[in-house]
């Protein structure tokens, strides 16, 4: 009988293990295995000792076979019902062969030693089938553990899809609120803009101004002295013809008539200056006109001088042009290209002004002016021997509103907009050659054709 109790305590113990396993063991039924699986050797005991053989068979065959019963009929085991495949055919033979007494012939003698050699068999088969159904059992433990992993997978992702959704909703708020922020702030700094490159033109047209303004004061002084000169003429020939001197009248109608010459060619040269002046000061209309380039630069050279040397008597340089005839005519748009040379002369001007207030003897500012056409494109280069620009912010100077200049000198914008000109304006290009404490020299390479 100890083998049938060892079954039992066996059968048990797996069917605990492997219904918790699963979640399949209500709690109540999990202590009522818990402890038949130890009132398992308390029976062993009693029918060891106080019950005859036969009543101890018969009390395990009874409870193997209320197992197989509950088994088969209770819901909480039907997950390990297929127990009942390993654990019925040792019952059955087992009952016959303890319980059910065959009368004692030889036939029933040789069924009997059929069955002691089945009882081996059935045992086997009974193992096999219950690591079987373990190894089913551990498989669907798995499967089920992995289903539960891919839930609970999918409720974390559920989760967080929708604290995404709730966070995506209120970036979003906060990103619209910023975009109209940004258009906002982004139309204030158009606005900004404009009336900064308004102001740069202004400034621009302000060092044009001077510059007219020194250079117009020559043609003005010529026609004055002229006309100074013509009226005490006139009181001659006035004397002269009242005293019958006609030789002498005439040379005085000459001389007045080559004083009047002299007014109207500086007259017009008076004029051809203001023109300039207002053809700078108009706004481009973006149209491109055939121009020499070679005057276009020796124009605003002068102005750009004449402003400087308005704003400070003192100022001298050297001004040392190398003008290729064969630059000869460009299409470009002449207000745009002059804005563009102005600046860059006075930036030349101020630099080698600015040098030379540092070193008062030993140093001779110098800006080298030269144009030269290389295949379909002509190149105007101004070269100044000031200091030259810092390494460091090389990669700074065509930037808006950068400047090295003082506060309130300079608004950052004249090389800014240059530049677009050339490139934008243009299609042509711009770039700086310099060597920090020697030199610095501005290249302006444009189409030709």
Known sequence: ?????????????????????????????????????????????????????????WVWHLIMVGMVYLLYKRPEFFSIRNVLYALVPFVALSIVKDVVKLPNTAFFQKIDDIMDYAIPFTIIWMIVMWLVSNKQQRALANERKKLEKEEEINRITSAQKSQLEVMVAERTAELTLQKEELQQALSELRNTQSQLIQSEKMASLGELTAGIAHEIQNP????????????????????????????QVAALANDIRH???????????????VKGMLQHSRTSSGQKEDVDINTLVEEYMGLSYHGMRAKDKSFNVSIKSKLDPAAGIVKIIPQDIGRVLLNVFNNAFYTVKEKKQEQPTGFEPT???????VNNEVEIRVRDNGNGIPEKIMDKIFQPFFTTKPTGQGTGLGLSLSYDIITKGHNGRMYINTVEGQYAEFIIVLPAS
């Not at 026609?223 to 020939?237: G, K, S, T």
């Not at 800006?367 to 056409?373: A, D, F, L, W």
Request: charged fraction near 25%; proline fraction near 3%; glycine fraction near 6%.
């Open 220 to 247: 003005l002084n010529f026609v004055n002295n002229f006309a100074e000169v013509n009226m005490e003429l006139i009181d001659e020939l006035k004397q002269e013809s009242g005293q019958g001197k006609p030789e």
């Open 259 to 273: 004083n009047l010459e002299k007014i109207s060619y500086h007259g017009k040269r008076a004029d051809a200056i």
């Open 367 to 373: 800006v080298n002016i030269s144009t030269k056409r």
């Open 1 to 57: 009988m100890i083998f049938e109790c060892i079954l039992v305590f066996l059968l048990l113990r797996f069917m605990r293990r492997t219904l918790k396993n699963g979640n399949a063991l209500k709690p109540e039924w999990d202590r009522y295995i818990f402890y038949a699986s130890i009132g398992v050797w308390g029976l062993w005991l009693i029918t060891e000792t106080a019950l005859p053989d036969m009543a101890g068979q």
